[in-house]
């Protein structure tokens, strides 16, 4: 498609100074919640606690959020520099958190968003990201389509299964332990060996396969010693080659209005074939001791597996997201 020009008239300006006015004309405005899939979740309460994070005050060095006046605005983009992923890569990483309009937030469908997508765009290339990447919910269909138009490319889609925990009960027991020092590195070597192809650093053709598989194993590692994760979850026999992190995110319970957890990141092993459901099983029973009255978790629609294990468990279909990304730097490969 030909690039439509910049409209005239069009600004780009950081967020910082006006976070006060932006965060109430927000939260006066209409609402969306990242977590409303769960009827109980209060949208309002779902909605300050987003918009309140949103607005925070951030390091300059990594808060890239502007507002955004131009036809159809104003407008504005949350977006953060990503320090660790940067480090890690050695490539400048930014993600654009959300896109809203500053009088009428909910997901917006026909809203033509090209010229707030390339300003921001010019605007975190400036700061010398070349790696920018966005979450979006699939019903913020107007962000999806003119992220593409931009030359933002579809990477992965993401599907949120959840379940209430009130009537949990195993179709059968486990005997599961947590994740010590002594078990990272074959929590290493399970990681690296049973990936999934279709979380967006495997599926990324330009990220060096080797980096992908350290960037799991480190993952790992920073789960059980880091605090990365709350907990790592292995079976209690035998070695750790398979393993599920929880987050119970407790920060969230009291803002939310309902205690919320969720199953991150798990890999099995072949020769462990069928813990999955296991491992799965058992951290909803410690869920549901720990008083969680919702879990959720994430995966890609090609994931058939999990998806067949969480629906085996009660689980179903939460929410759609999909992930856009765009190399703003040079393709150095040969
Ligand atoms: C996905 C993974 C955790 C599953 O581990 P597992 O416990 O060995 O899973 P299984 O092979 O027993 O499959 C679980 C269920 O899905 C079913 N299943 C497996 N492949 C399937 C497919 N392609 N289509 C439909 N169902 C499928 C199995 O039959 C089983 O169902 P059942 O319990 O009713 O018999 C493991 O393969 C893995 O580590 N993959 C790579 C990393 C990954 O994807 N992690 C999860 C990220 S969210």
């Not at 959300?98 to 968003?113: C, E, F, K």
């Not at 407790?250 to 991150?264: L, N, Y």
Request: net charge neutral.
């Amino acid at each position: 498609m030909p690039d439509s020009p910049i409209p005239r008239g069009s600004s780009t300006a950081p967020l910082r100074p006006r976070a006060e006015e932006v965060r109430s004309r927000l939260l006066g405005s209409a609402l969306r919640s990242p977590h409303d899939f769960i009827r109980e979740v209060s949208v309002e309460a779902d909605w300050r606690f987003w918009v309140e994070s949103q607005t925070a005050s951030r390091p300059e060095s990594i808060d890239l959020s502007v507002v955004w006046e131009g036809p159809g605005g104003p407008l504005v983009a949350f977006a953060s520099m990503l320090p660790w992923d940067s480090e890690f890569f050695g490539i400048r990483t930014a993600r654009l958190d959300a896109l809203v309009h500053l009088d009428s937030p909910g997901y917006a469908i026909r809203q033509d968003l090209v010229p707030a997508i390339r300003d921001i765009t010019d605007h975190v290339a400036k700061f010398g990201v070349e790696y920018f990447f966005a979450v979006v919910d699939a019903r913020d269909a107007a962000v999806c389509r003119s992220l593409a138009e931009c030359g933002f490319g579809l990477i992965e889609s993401r599907l949120t299964h959840f379940r209430h925990l009130g009537d949990f009960a195993p179709p059968e027991r486990a005997s599961v332990k947590i994740a010590t020092e002594q078990d990272v590195a074959t929590l290493q070597a399970a990681a690296v060996r049973m990936s999934n192809s279709y979380d967006r650093f495997h599926a990324d053709p330009r990220l060096p396969l080797d980096l992908v598989d350290r960037l799991m194993s480190r993952w790992v590692t920073a789960s059980v010693l880091e605090g990365f994760a709350d907990a790592t979850v292995i079976p209690a026999e035998g070695p750790a080659d398979a393993f599920c992190t929880v987050k119970y995110h407790r920060d969230r319970w009291a803002p939310m209005g309902i205690r919320i957890s969720q199953t991150v990141f798990g890999a099995v092993s072949t020769e462990r074939r069928g813990w999955y459901r296991k491992l799965i099983s058992e951290i909803h029973c410690m869920f549901r001791d720990a008083g969680v009255e919702c879990a959720y978790l994430v995966t890609q629609p090609s994931n058939r597996a999990v998806i067949r294990t969480w629906e085996r468990l009660g689980f179903q279909f939460g929410r759609n997201e999909l992930v856009f990304r765009k190399w703003l730097g040079q393709d150095t490969r040969r």
